[in-house]
């Protein structure tokens, strides 16, 4: 298996513009997470999905961040319009959960550096 | 409030010198801690995951242990492919909510040969 895969993997923009980041689960996994990573606040959930639905979106920081999982094989995090303290490392993850442990034993891709200038 | 706090911050050590990594936690109630490494560049990869005080698991150089208030990571004779950064974890119960995930900031361990 190729593992969770990611894209772009680094993506430089504007301010204002939008960005979509791209995000492959391995084949089999029913739930997939997004999260952000900086120096300063670590590594953050912002977003879970169960069998295609988000379940907990309470780390989503505001209205211009959106995620969706149209089917099982495929979700984008998108931001419209970014701002420069977006930049950060955004990964995504999935994993095959069980009802109450739905964090356990996660694979991360390789995730999208965003730079917001 | 509850949080996931990680100490050191960094690690220096040489190879084959021992040592322990921490990870202490306040949360209301804990599901599962979970033990995460980082390679620079690179997402988090999954180590182990602990449910309940007294437990331990091994893999290769690395023991964890779980207590009711914290969590070490001990590294064994470590070797200079040990360096990398530590991700502790925890999933949280949420009184009439669902749980939630927590991450420490990390431990950089640098292993020197």
């Known amino acids: 298996d190729a593992g969770v895969i990611q894209s772009p993997r680094h993506e430089v923009t504007e301010m204002g513009q939008e960005v979509t980041l791209r995000c492959k689960p391995i084949?089999?996994?029913?739930?997939l997470f997004w999260y952000r990573q900086t120096m300063m606040r670590g590594l953050e959930l912002l977003i879970y999905?169960?069998?295609?639905?988000?379940?907990?979106d309470s780390g989503m920081p505001e209205d211009r961040f959106s995620a969706k999982m149209p089917n099982a094989s495929f979700s984008t995090l998108k931001i419209q319009p970014s701002e420069p303290r977006d930049s950060a490392v955004y990964f995504c993850?999935?994993?095959?959960?069980?009802?109450?442990?739905?964090?356990?034993?996660?694979?991360f891709g390789p995730g999208t550096r965003l730079t917001v200038l | 409030e509850d949080q996931v706090t990680q100490s050191p911050e960094a690690l220096r050590l040489q190879e084959g010198e021992s040592s322990s990594l921490n990870c202490s936690y306040t949360?209301?109630?804990?599901?599962?801690l979970f033990w995460y490494r980082q390679d620079p560049g690179k997402g988090p990869e999954f180590l182990f995951t602990l449910y309940s005080a007294g437990e331990e698991k091994e893999k290769e150089r690395l023991k964890a242990t779980l207590t009711k208030k914290e969590s070490f990571l001990h590294i064994t004779a470590p070797k200079p492919e040990d360096s990398a950064t530590y991700l502790c974890?925890?999933?949280?119960?949420?009184?009439?909510?669902?749980?939630?995930?927590?991450f420490g900031k990390g431990t950089r361990l640098h292993i020197l040969p």
């Open positions: 974890a925890v999933q949280a119960i949420l009184e009439l909510r669902d749980d939630k995930i927590i």
């Open positions: 999905f169960n069998n295609n639905v988000p379940i907990d």
């Open positions: 949360v209301s109630g804990l599901r599962g």
């Open positions: 993850a999935s994993s095959s959960s069980v009802q109450d442990l739905p964090y356990n034993e996660q694979f």
């Open positions: 084949s089999g996994h029913n739930s």
